[in-house]
């Protein structure tokens, strides 16, 4: 059975009754905790103004309807949120009726982000007894090497322990990088205590 598709114009008279519930508007003005007490014609007026807010909401998705590609005559949320996104003065609805990102879209960033993440770390998995950055310099140890980074010139460097003096600026290390370190320092074997400290 086919649906009953055409429109309701608008009254252009006035009536004096309001097409939304004026109890039910009532109820929802007194949930505001900064209004006491609404009047009955304020309680009307802002049932006439929500009346007319949502005509025009409805028209301009209406509007955003008809100027897609293949026209339509019912209204669907993407209209909406069309609408809202392109008219100015319907910009304080951006959060209510946001527009919509297709599924599809959404799995390929999130594929992409994850081959880029995997890509990054692959040269430091070939040898494991080396670090990301040990692995892209070349050198094995980390003790004498000269560190030009940002990190070096922030107040971190190499302690005479071997062990890397960080500063607060410096960002959080590779908790494996911190492992490594401390079981080649073990390796070693020139002391009997491994400095925990990172």
């Not at 008279?13 to 097409?19: A, K, R, S, Y």
């Not at 949930?31 to 014609?41: E, H, K, Y």
């Not at 370190?181 to 990172?198: C, K, L, P």
């Amino acid at each position: 059975m086919p649906y009953n598709t055409t429109a309701i114009p608008p009254r252009k008279e006035v009536t004096g009754q309001t097409q939304l519930p004026l109890s039910r508007v009532k109820k929802i003005v007194a949930q505001d905790q900064d209004v006491g007490i609404c009047s009955n014609n304020a309680a009307f007026v802002i049932t006439l103004a929500t009346e007319m807010f949502i005509q025009y909401l409805a028209g301009e998705g209406y509007n955003m309807a008809r100027t897609e590609r293949k026209p339509r005559r019912n209204i669907q949320y993407k209209d909406l949120a069309s609408a809202v996104s392109a008219k100015e003065n319907l910009e304080f609805l951006e959060d209510i009726i946001p527009k919509t990102t297709p599924y599809k879209r959404i799995k390929a960033e999130a594929a992409a982000t994850r081959a880029q993440l995997t890509s990054s770390t692959p040269a430091a998995a070939d040898r494991p007894g080396e670090t990301q950055r040990d692995a892209a310099n070349g050198s094995g140890s980390k003790k004498h090497r000269a560190s030009t980074s940002r990190s070096s010139l922030n107040g971190s460097f190499v302690g005479a322990s071997g062990a890397r003096i960080m500063s607060d600026d410096d960002g959080p290390e590779d908790p494996t990088d911190q492992l490594r370190d401390e079981m080649r320092q073990a390796s070693r074997g020139d002391r009997e205590d491994v400095d925990m400290t990172g």
